[in-house]
């Protein structure tokens, strides 16, 4: 009798061990019996937070925040700096700007983490030269946006060498550099 408790326990201690994925989708598994149980994915199980709270999670969000390249000390309290950074990202990801890290929140960094890697800034830049010339010097600060149509792009200053030599600042405009090659001026 303890074996057949044990054999349908397992399939629930399986489920509960199932690493966690990121983003906001659902990831199904199987039990015995072929029952679909749905696990909660990483962005729906950390917690909602705002100003005043305190904890590891407020660590993890503003380090997250740290590496897309957004400025905040990583302290593990969500003071008046984390809840400003917070709106910021907000604003460039077309979320709603009210400083609370909820499920969306969550997911837009998990995600801009993945498409950073997928899209660098070094990428972005080749592109740039490959529209615009060699001769061109890009800066920016590494932020990966979002537009309004959900489409990613980096925000660079294009300078012209040549009149950088010659004393001047050398600007010839802002560009917004998407992963499919677009480089649109502002």
Known sequence: MLKKKLLVMIPTVALMLAPLGTGTSNTEAASKG????????KAETRPTLKKGSRSSYVRDLQQSLKDVK???????????QTQNVVREFQVDHNLASDGIVGPKTWAALDENKVERRQFTEKDAIALGKKKLGNNIVFSGDG???????????YNFKA?????IDQGGTGTIGWFHIYKDGRVVEQ
């Not at 072929?34 to 994915?41: A, C, F, L, P, R």
């Not at 300078?159 to 009149?163: C, F, G, T």
């Open 143 to 153: 932020r990966l946006l979002k537009d309004g149509k959900g489409k990613s792009y």
């Open 34 to 41: 072929s029952q679909i149980q749905k696990i909660e994915t």
């Open 70 to 80: 957004y400025h905040v000390g990583v302290d593990g309290i969500f003071g008046t």
């Open 159 to 163: 300078a012209n060498k040549d009149w």
